[in-house]
C-alpha cells in the first residue's frame, strides 16, 4: 500500500534528492500528519455536536481536511523519500499532536469549541511558520493543506453569543483559552527541539536555527493567537 | 441553515405530497442518520488504528460516507419534509444508533473491527431492507449511499490472518460477534416498534406490516450475518 508514487517531477536526470530536501519532506510528513489531527479532531467535535446541523458541518470540514493528503504524500515521495520512512515520520508527528490532544480535555462543548478554535489555531499556525521555508510544488500542496477551510468561523459564530451571554462562562473559557495556548507553545517548543531539521526551514531561519528564531516564533504565535482570544472576545 | 432545497422534482401543480411520503421521507431520513453514524464510527475507528496505512485508509472510507449524505437530504426536501421536522428525524434515528454503539464497547482493536464489520453489517442490511420499497429518485440517492463503499474488505483483510493465526483470540472474537448481532436484531426489533412507517415500507410488506413480515426480515438479517461470520471464520 505504501509504494512510492511515480517521481514525476524530480530531476530528469534520476539522480538522488539533495540532502536539503530531507527538512522538506519532513515539514511535509509533519503537514499530513496535521490533516489526520484535525480530521481526527473535527470528527471528534462533530460526534459530541449538540446538535444535527452542527453535527453536519463539522463532519464535512472533517471530510475536507483529508482532500490535500494525497497530493502531500506524493510530492514527499517524489522528492525521494523512503515510503516506510515517511510512514514513520508521519505517525511520529501524528503522536506528538496527540499528546497535546491528551493533555486538554475538555469538561463540556464550549470547552471543547474553544479547544479546537485555540489549540488547532495555534497549531496550524505553527504549521504555516515551518512552511514558509518551502518552494515550488511542496509550497503549493503545503498551502493548500493549511488553508483556512472555514472551522474557525463556524466555531466563532457558535461560541460568539454565548461568551456575550454568560460572563461566568467567559471566564472559564478565558482561563481554559490560556491553558490550551501554553500546551501548545509546549508541543511547539518540543517539535522545534526533536525536529532541528524541520526548524532550520522555519520562516526567518535563513542560516542556523537560533534561539532568537524560537523567541521571534512564539512571539508570532503568541500575537496570532491573542487575536483569535480577541475575536471571541475573551482576556488573553 | 436548514432551508428547503427547491422542491425541483414535485409535482408541477405545486400539490401538497401525498401522505404515503411521510414513510419515504421517514426511511431518507434513517439514511441519513446511518451515514453520519458510519462517518462518526470509523472516523473513530481510524483514531485508533495502531498503524498509518490503516488510520489513512479507515478516514477516507470515513469521508466517503458522507458523500451522498446532501442528495438524501435533498430528496426528503424534495419530497415536502418540514425541514425541522427531517432534521427532528434524522436526530432521533442517530440516537438509535449512538445507543447501538453505547452497548458495545470494543476491548482492543480487533474487537473494535468485528464491530464494525458485524455490527454496521447488520445496520446496513437493515436500512437496504427498509430501503427496498423505495421508488425512483428517493431509490436511487438511498442506493447510493447504502452502496458497499468496500470498509468491509478492509476489515476482513486485517482480521483473516490474524484469526488464523490465534485460535483463543478468534474464539473470544465468535463470542463478541454474537453479543454485537444480539444487539443488532435489538435495535431492529426497536426501530421496527417505534416507526411502522419505516416498517410499512421494508421488503416484502405489501399491505399491513405482520409479526410474520418480522419474522422474515430477521430470518434475512440472520443469514447475512451468518455469511459474514462465515468470511471471517468464526462461529457463529
Do not use: C, N
Not at 479547544?115 to 489555531?121: A, L, M, R, S, V
Not at 461560541?159 to 451571554?165: D, G, R
Not at 467567559?170 to 491553558?179: E, N, Q
Request: net charge negative.
Amino acid at each position: 500500500m505504501s509504494a512510492p508514487e511515480p517521481a514525476t517531477d524530480q530531476a530528469p536526470d534520476g539522480a538522488s534528492p539533495p540532502s536539503s530536501s530531507a527538512g522538506e519532506i519532513e515539514v511535509l510528513a509533519l503537514v499530513a500528519a496535521g490533516e489526520l489531527a484535525s480530521f481526527a479532531r473535527l470528527a471528534d467535535d462533530a460526534a459530541h455536536a449538540p446538535e444535527l446541523r452542527m453535527r453536519i458541518t463539522l463532519s464535512r470540514l472533517a471530510a475536507g481536511e483529508l482532500a490535500p493528503l494525497g497530493a502531500v504524500e506524493e510530492r514527499a515521495r517524489a522528492l525521494g523519500a523512503d515510503p516506510e520512512a515517511l510512514d514513520d515520520s508521519i505517525w511520529s508527528f501524528r503522536e506528538l499532536l496527540a499528546e497535546f490532544d491528551a493533555r486538554l480535555v475538555p469538561r463540556d462543548w464550549w470547552e471543547r469549541l474553544v479547544k479546537t478554535y485555540i489549540g488547532y489555531g495555534i497549531v496550524l499556525d505553527l504549521q504555516r511558520e515551518l512552511a514558509a521555508g518551502l518552494t515550488g510544488r511542496s509550497q503549493e500542496v503545503a498551502a493548500a493543506a493549511l488553508a483556512d477551510k472555514g472551522w474557525g468561523d463556524v466555531v466563532v459564530a457558535a461560541l460568539t453569543p454565548v461568551i456575550a451571554a454568560e460572563p461566568q462562562l467567559a471566564a472559564r473559557l478565558a482561563l481554559w483559552g490560556r491553558r490550551v495556548v501554553g500546551e501548545g507553545l509546549g508541543i511547539t517548543a518540543r517539535l522545534l527541539a526533536v525536529h532541528p531539521e524541520v526548524a532550520a526551514l522555519a520562516a526567518g531561519a535563513a542560516g542556523p536555527w537560533t534561539p532568537e528564531h524560537v523567541t521571534a516564533l512564539t512571539g508570532r504565535l503568541t500575537s496570532e493567537h491573542a487575536r483569535r482570544m480577541k475575536r471571541l472576545d475573551l482576556t488573553a
